[in-house]
């Protein structure tokens, strides 16, 4: 699917994004294993949250649509779930992947956790080495590094461990595990990271302590609870920055999740100058979660230098917030931030190259880039590269750059925002 692009004469409108893509695999992954039933609203559609419901419902649980859209009443067989018939396919979602493994570890049987050809070269080494020192059987290719991935669970020893790399992932999947061992597990983090996790399992009962960058879970059973998912930051990021970079828009992205742990794309377009042409209104708190409706407007941006830890609590908004520092004043440098090379592409290479093509001045780093402001782009072809965030990352500089900008694989930002194009569309007026 391709996709051709031009700058409107002016961008504007309201819209919600989807559902947090977070907080909807956690709101099933954890629902699925506690006591009760819950109804969770306003869930993500996109593909990755697909692959880990119809991964939980081959293990025996009930995820049932009600009759208001996004609304689902979740109910797990109990703490124990069922050994699934087939293999478990986590499609493009490494949450998917990663999530269930530590889920998998804790439960007493033989499982098989797969994915497409992307997922399936992303490193899982990460999440492999802890549960087996937690006791967990697991084997996959590339040295037990790779997937597909062979889980046979149950029976887990409590561990303390020191995580290399700051991820909610690897933290999420150690949490997952503990919850089913013994004793306390302590996790020791380099850096924060989002906490959607941590707040949810304290919800549902949970003892989880936090004393600076380390974490203490201790084992428990699980109480459902209701989830009212909020709208998705790392998708609003794109409108944000195409009203900030468009030189005649106003975008009202509705419903914002406002997470501390996840708001970093907001505190780093407000370091290159967004001012008031980025504002917050409406605030207030949904589900646990801290919520607004953010405006965003044509601004002027400078360049900035990001690095250290904001980048863990930002890493997937790295590509669009390079579209904008391609419109800012001067040169704009990110490091700290190695983890883009592991992502469904190698986002730092394939982040260079397309807006090369557009006419960028970007320099690729081992650890992230460096932007040189021109304040234009040029429209011109480019790939996806099979993924979801540089499909919509080269749809915003497309609104912006001069000609049409050609997106092939567009339809590739179905795996998170599947309504993107229509959103596009009634932004530009051609809907």
């Known amino acids: 699917m391709s996709q051709t692009i031009r700058s409107p004469q002016r961008l504007a409108g309201t819209l919600a994004v989807p559902g947090d893509k977070s907080v909807s695999h956690r709101s099933l992954i954890l629902n699925a294993i506690a006591r009760g039933a819950a109804t969770v609203t306003g869930l993500s559609d996109g593909a990755d949250v697909r692959s880990t419901a119809a991964c939980l419902r081959a293990m025996g649980v009930a995820i049932d649509p009600l009759d208001e859209p996004g609304s689902f009443r979740v109910a797990g067989p109990g703490p124990n779930l069922n050994e699934p018939a087939d293999m478990l396919d986590a499609g493009n979602s490494g949450t998917s992947m990663r999530l269930l493994s ?5 439960q007493d049987f033989l499982s098989v956790l797969t994915g497409d ?69 302590v996790l ?47 998708s609003a990021a794109f409108w944000m920055v195409a009203g900030l970079i468009h030189p005649n828009a106003r975008v009202t992205i509705t419903g914002v999740g406002l997470n501390p742990s996840r708001a970093g794309i907001i505190d780093a377009l407000q370091m290159m100058g967004a001012g008031d042409a980025l504002r917050l209104e409406n605030e207030r708190v949904e589900g646990g979660e801290p919520v607004a409706d953010v405006v965003a407007s044509s601004g002027s941006l400078r360049g900035i230098e990001l690095g250290g830890d904001i980048i863990p609590i930002m890493i997937d908004e790295l590509p669009v917030l390079a579209v904008a520092a391609c419109f800012a004043a001067g040169d704009t440098v990110i490091r700290d931030a190695a ?67 050609v997106i092939h694989g567009a339809g590739d930002a179905s795996v998170s925002y599947p309504t993107f194009w229509e959103h596009l569309a009634s932004l530009t007026g051609e809907q």
């Open 102 to 106: 530590g889920l998998l570890a804790g």
């Open 339 to 405: 983890e883009l090379r592991v992502k469904e592409s190698d986002r730092i290479a394939t982040t260079v190259s397309e807006l090369t093509r557009l006419g960028g001045l970007l320099e690729p780093r081992e650890d992230g880039m460096v932007i040189h402001g021109t304040g234009r782009l040029t429209g011109a072809p480019v790939e996806s590269h099979g993924d979801h965030r540089l499909a919509m990352s080269m749809a915003v500089a497309g609104l912006a750059a001069s000609g049409a900008t």
């Open 117 to 185: 050809g992307s997922l399936r070269s992303r490193p899982m080494a990460r999440i492999v080495r802890p549960l087996q020192q937690m006791g967990a059987a697991i084997m996959g290719r590339g040295g037990d590094t790779l997937a597909p991935l062979a889980i046979r669970g149950g029976s887990l020893r409590s561990i303390e461990y020191t995580m290399p790399v700051a991820s909610a992932q690897v933290k999420s999947c150690l949490m997952l595990a503990g919850l089913s061992a013994p004793g306390p597990t």
């Open 188 to 234: 020791r983090q380099p850096a924060l990271s989002r906490d959607h996790t941590e707040r949810m399992m304290t919800a549902m009962g949970a003892r989880v302590e936090a004393d600076g960058l380390a974490l203490t879970l201790h084992p428990a059973e699980l109480q459902a609870v209701n989830v009212a998912v909020p709208g998705d930051i790392s």
